[in-house]
């Protein structure tokens, strides 16, 4: 069951002033495969919920078509439109059992008790919570109360299923359980799903494609691969997790990659976003994951600098590096320090890195 955003485009008029407007989305177009999992992603006020609205049907576009399943739905109400929507508030009946909350949309349809205990017991046990069955929402955590609202939405197999920052109100660890069992849960049923978050992690580990937006408008549509190592554009790289930007200058740009000159030396950077001309001024995206650290040792470097601040973390080590020939401090990360070593406050060390890991953006 597919959802197709055709030129979705958000006003809102000031009702104090009418000649007062705000864009809240502009010209969205998406095309949700059936069984696909997509989340929108963004900062708070780019557009994101707004956009999941007019796809319920709780906002009407002011431009644009919502299509889901191959039918226009500008004009259906939000129940006609065979979506469920999960919220972060959870919206759990305090007077209701859990198997009672999620069976109540069974009960309005006329669905008899025993096939509502049918359905509910099978989709209980394959959410992996059967033994709540009779338990009061007050009795529960909040990931089980999250498990309830989901199994709810569920159980009255939607076309699609939305979901409206659901993990917001839980704590970390318990946020980092329930987005790994959302993803499990969607992908067992198959059904079509949008997501919408602010949190970069959360939307890397349940998404198959990501849309980040910025201002109302689509920076980039792609999987959590292509948007974090190939971003389309700076806002897009430094808002997905963080990034080192290197400035250098463009020698030439052929199909095996933009040849660019950075601290007095030529690298070919295979990938790349733009049409780029001989002596445009260009950044080098790197990763922190990406940089290669070593001790300082004859040769030609990319670069040398200096260890600023070291934070050891276990498994990896994050070190801030002031370079020579630069004011902005980068950030590398290494792994295994057991085995790969430290490298001291104040000690001098060469940076490096392999051109596949790294991307060329307009400066």
């Known amino acids: 069951m597919s959802v197709?955003?055709?030129?979705?485009?958000?006003?809102?008029?000031?009702p104090n002033n009418t000649a007062k407007e705000f864009t809240a989305v502009k010209d969205v177009n998406l095309d949700v495969h059936?069984?696909?999992?997509?989340?929108?992603?963004?900062?708070?006020g780019c557009g994101k919920t707004t956009t999941l609205r007019v796809i319920s049907g709780f906002e009407s576009p002011t431009e644009g078509e919502v299509w889901i399943s191959g039918k226009m739905v500008n004009?259906?109400?939000?129940?006609?439109r065979d979506t469920s929507m999960v919220f972060q508030s959870y919206a759990i009946f305090p007077h209701l059992s859990v198997s009672q909350n999620i069976g109540f949309g069974l009960d309005l349809k006329g669905i008899?008790?025993?096939?509502?205990?049918t359905?509910?017991?099978?989709?209980?046990?394959?959410?992996?919570?059967?033994d709540l069955y009779n338990r009061r929402p007050d009795q529960l955590s909040g990931g089980q109360q999250?498990?309830?609202?989901?199994?709810?939405?569920?159980?009255?197999?939607?076309?699609?299923?939305?979901?409206?920052?659901?993990?917001?109100?839980?704590?970390?660890?318990?946020r980092d359980q329930m987005r790994i069992e959302i993803r499990r849960i969607?992908?067992?049923?198959?059904?079509?799903?949008?997501?919408?978050?602010?949190?970069?992690?959360?939307?890397?580990?349940?998404?198959?494609?990501?849309?980040?937006?910025?201002?109302?408008?689509?920076?980039?549509?792609?999987?959590?691969?292509?948007?974090?190592?190939?971003?389309a554009n700076t806002f897009v790289s430094d808002f997905i997790g963080r990034v080192n930007f290197f400035p250098a200058t463009v020698i030439s740009a052929g199909t095996d990659g933009v040849v660019v000159k950075c601290f007095g030396q030529q690298r070919v950077i295979p990938s790349w976003n733009g049409e780029f001309v001989k002596d445009e001024q260009v950044n080098i995206v790197l990763r922190p994951e990406s940089?290669?650290?070593?001790?300082?040792?004859?040769?030609?470097?990319?670069?040398?600098?200096?260890?600023?601040?070291?934070?050891?973390?276990g498994p990896t080590v994050e070190y801030e590096i002031e370079l020579e020939g630069m004011d902005a401090l980068m950030l590398a990360v290494t792994y295994n320090p057991v085995k790969e070593g430290f490298y001291r406050d104040g000690e001098k060390i060469q940076i490096d890195f392999d051109p596949v890991s790294a991307h060329v953006l307009p400066r």
């Open 4 to 14: 197709l955003l055709k030129h979705i485009t958000k006003i809102f008029k000031d």
């Open 34 to 44: 059936e069984g696909e999992m997509v989340t929108f992603l963004g900062p708070s």
């Open 75 to 80: 004009n259906d109400p939000p129940n006609k």
């Open 112 to 117: 008899s008790k025993k096939e509502i205990r």
């Open 119 to 130: 359905q509910v017991e099978t989709i209980m046990e394959v959410m992996n919570f059967k």
């Open 146 to 174: 999250q498990r309830v609202a989901l199994a709810r939405a569920i159980i009255n197999k939607p076309k699609v299923l939305l979901f409206d920052e659901p993990l917001s109100n839980l704590d970390a660890k318990l």
């Open 186 to 231: 969607q992908q067992t049923f198959g059904i079509t799903s949008i997501y919408v978050t602010h949190d970069q992690d959360e939307a890397m580990t349940v998404s198959d494609r990501i849309m980040v937006m910025n201002e109302g408008e689509v920076m980039q549509i792609g999987t959590p691969f292509e948007i974090y190592s190939r971003p």
């Open 291 to 313: 940089l290669i650290l070593g001790k300082l040792e004859a040769g030609k470097p990319f670069a040398k600098g200096v260890i600023k601040r070291s934070v050891y973390l």
